[in-house]
């Protein structure tokens, strides 16, 4: 008998354990397990789709918003609060009349496993290599010209990308550069920033646990592929070996890998040097400064000398959408000129809307960091798919974690 | 007189193959009805999803990692035996053990001193402050021992201002302090139901016959309390060898363990089938493990 209790305990226990466990990945991995049932529901009717989405008319809704959206990248809520814009989805639902349901990701990868799946987004942000990874995959819906006039407004070097020729399934959203993050002092910038201050061990040795890297196969690979003067969309296998061995050889004097709070992590002094994307650093400056403090005097950001990658994010239908024409409406709204503006007012990312340039503030239009010198935009690299190739990258980074 | 004859009868009756038989059918539909819905439960919720995991091992993937429900293959089961997957299983098992092997040690002479207690009112006290951690999040108290042991913590002040250690965020003992702190009420648990429940005369008797305290405590609680240990240690030691968010947290996610491991396959390599597998290995392992332990040691208690 005692056995017997003794062996329910253990069971309510791990069940306990398992579901605190859960809990905490709830953003990532529990969805797409619940979601694996209501995969073959949606694979069959996606031309419906497409057609639902050619006769939407223009300015027309067929029900509620369910937007699938990088962390904190649209103002909404308290962070609208905080930095003063207008909340961009409490303005579409008022002016359109609709509910929008936002849930939020924190990689591509993520986000496509989720549609991959079937589940019902209307809206999602892929960026570019994702957008012709989900094109070859039959996972997108062709916007309808008629309902987005305002892509009119989309700048001539974002109108006919190589990801998406003529932007005919996807709207440019915000773009940006990855780079490092760093406190003034810690490293020697006189004459640009190298990627020797995170892999060159004598250069970084002086900083020896205090460096974060992305915890990304494509940008943290890349970011190595740059500093061995290689395209960081190569797809030689030695290439991507010397890469991870050197990843692997930096190990030791990281602080951690990370994605989602390196920016903290260098305003908090548990770094000193960061690989990261130029929004998150401008803001989390941004955010720190006050009337007596100005974090610009202590940290920096800079895009490395010997390049680095520069990405595009893009709004998208996916085929399992349920509401096409809310989507292609929400989409249109979010390329008007003011629109775009809020959005670069608060999230620091460049906007691809060249007529939202004349809303947004000053000091960003100027800011090196925000909008690259032209002599800059030509060391930078954008990310393309690599098809059968990125298993090979994310199993090198991996082994490189060890 | 009366009492003894009804005795017995109720006992020829009880003796009587049929009905003994009918009324055995009886309780046990009774017994099927009470668990009804623990089965239904059971089915729905882990047995259905282990199976879909189980299926998807033998699915293959699409060029752009989407599983694919045809082309069955063992090719993800075959992967399990790449070196990479054999570096992760063994370190993963090696933090797996001393995070028990800790948690004992802290665990076991704590659920001792709250089991000798006199008072049922202490240890009812004692019990609850063990289960006090719990009320809030796991994910909130892991950045709780962040802030902790960052630069400006109070652990990393002591350590400088004692001149012992210097910030511990990011490095091995980090880790463990997270893991012990989140699993050691797993173990302090059924070691006290244990040690609370035995007879402690056995171990007077054993001091009356010469024993010396130690030889007492080996020869008479230890083999007592063993279920208790037993319990605790798979208790701990299965979700320490899953652990994803402590050493992701408090590590700075600079090695790769089981847990993240699998989490990168169904997320950014996109990789279902090869992920199915590593979850089912890891579950047949820890089932064999389970079962193996109730029908040895768990008999002999």
């Not at chain 1, 012709?132 to 001539?156: E, F, G, H, T």
């Not at chain 2, 704590?110 to 008072?119: D, M, S």
């Amino acid at each position: 008998m005692r056995r017997i209790t003794i062996l329910l305990a253990v069971l309510a226990l791990v069940a306990a354990a398992c579901g605190g466990d859960s809990d905490d990945t709830t953003t990532t991995a529990a969805p797409g397990a619940t979601e694996t049932t209501a995969a073959p529901t949606t694979e069959a009717p996606a031309t419906g789709v497409q057609a639902d989405a050619d006769a939407c008319v223009f300015g027309e809704t067929d029900g509620e918003l369910f937007l699938y959206n990088w962390t904190g990248y649209i103002p909404t809520g308290s962070l609208a609060e905080e930095f003063e814009v207008r909340d961009l989805v409490v303005d579409f639902e008022e002016e359109f009349g609709v509910n929008v349901t936002l849930t939020e990701y924190d990689s591509n990868e993520v986000m496509l496993a989720q549609i991959d799946a079937g589940v019902g987004y209307d809206v999602v942000v892929p960026s570019d290599y994702m957008v012709s990874q989900m094109i070859d995959a039959d996972l997108l819906v062709k916007l309808n010209p008629a309902m987005v006039p305002n892509m009119a407004n989309i700048s001539d070097l974002f109108s006919n990308p190589p990801y998406d020729p003529g932007n005919q399934f996807s709207a440019p959203y915000q773009w940006g550069t990855t780079g490092i993050g760093y406190q003034y002092g810690s490293i020697d910038d006189e004459n640009g920033v190298s990627w020797a201050v995170i892999f060159d061990p004598d250069v970084s040795a002086a900083n020896t646990g205090f460096i974060s890297l992305l915890d990304d196969e494509r940008e943290t690979m890349g970011s190595a592929l740059k500093y061995l003067g290689y395209s960081l969309n190569t797809t030689s296998e030695a290439e991507v070996d010397e890469a991870a061995d050197l990843i692997k050889a930096t190990k030791d004097r990281l602080a951690a890998f990370n994605s989602s709070s390196y920016w903290t992590l260098l305003t908090t002094g548990e770094t000193v040097v960061a690989q990261g994307w130029n929004g998150d650093f401008l803001g989390e400056f941004d955010r720190i400064s006050t009337e007596e403090y100005d974090a610009y005097e202590e940290y920096g950001y800079a895009i490395p000398n010997e390049g680095s990658a520069a990405w595009v994010d893009t709004m998208a239908i996916p085929t399992s959408a349920e509401h096409p024409c809310t989507a292609q409406t929400f989409i249109n709204f979010m390329l008007g000129a003011e629109v775009g503006a809020e959005l670069t007012n608060y999230n620091y990312y460049a906007s691809p809307n060249k007529a939202a340039e004349e809303f947004i503030y000053p000091e960003i239009l100027e800011d090196p960091s925000i909008y690259p010198l032209p002599e800059t935009m030509e060391i930078l690299e954008f990310f393309e798919d690599l098809g059968d190739f990125n298993t090979y990258y994310a199993d090198a980074f991996s082994a490189a974690k060890g | 007189m009366t009492t003894l004859k009804e005795r017995k009868g109720a006992q020829q009756e009880s003796s009587n193959p049929k009905l003994e038989r009918s009324a055995r059918r009886r309780e046990s539909w009774r017994g099927f009805f009470h668990a009804a819905p623990a089965y239904v439960y059971l089915t729905v919720f882990f047995t259905l999803p282990l199976l879909i995991v189980f299926v998807f091992s033998f699915a293959s993937r699409s060029r752009t990692g989407r599983p694919e429900l045809e082309g069955w293959n063992l090719d993800s089961w075959a992967r399990l035996g790449e070196p990479l997957v054999r570096t992760i299983v063994v370190r993963s098992f090696t933090m797996a053990i001393f995070n028990t092997l800790l948690c004992l040690l802290i665990a076991y002479p704590f659920a001792y001193w709250i089991a000798t207690r006199a008072r049922q009112s202490t240890r009812t006290l004692l019990l609850v402050a063990v289960l006090i951690p719990f009320w809030s999040n796991f994910l909130v108290r892991t950045y709780a021992w962040r802030m902790l042991l960052d630069s400006d913590g109070y652990i990393t002040q002591i350590g400088e201002f004692t001149g012992l250690w210097g910030r511990m965020l990011f490095t091995a003992p980090a880790v463990f302090i997270g893991l012990v702190y989140g699993y050691l009420p797993f173990m302090v648990l059924p070691l006290y139901a244990a040690l609370e429940r035995m007879d402690w005369s056995l171990v007077e008797a054993g001091r009356d016959l010469f024993a010396s305290g130690p030889k007492a405590f080996r020869k008479i609680t230890l083999p007592l309390s063993k279920p208790g240990i037993i319990a605790g240690s798979i208790l701990v030691f299965i979700p320490s060898l899953g652990a994803y968010v402590t050493p992701d947290i408090l590590g700075g996610a600079k090695t790769t363990l089981l847990g993240n491991y699998i989490v990168t396959q169904f997320g950014s390599a996109r990789n279902w089938p090869f992920g199915s597998a590593l979850s089912g290995a890891i579950l047949f392992v820890m089932l064999l493990a389970t079962v193996a332990y109730f029908r040895t040691g768990g008999r002999t208690v």
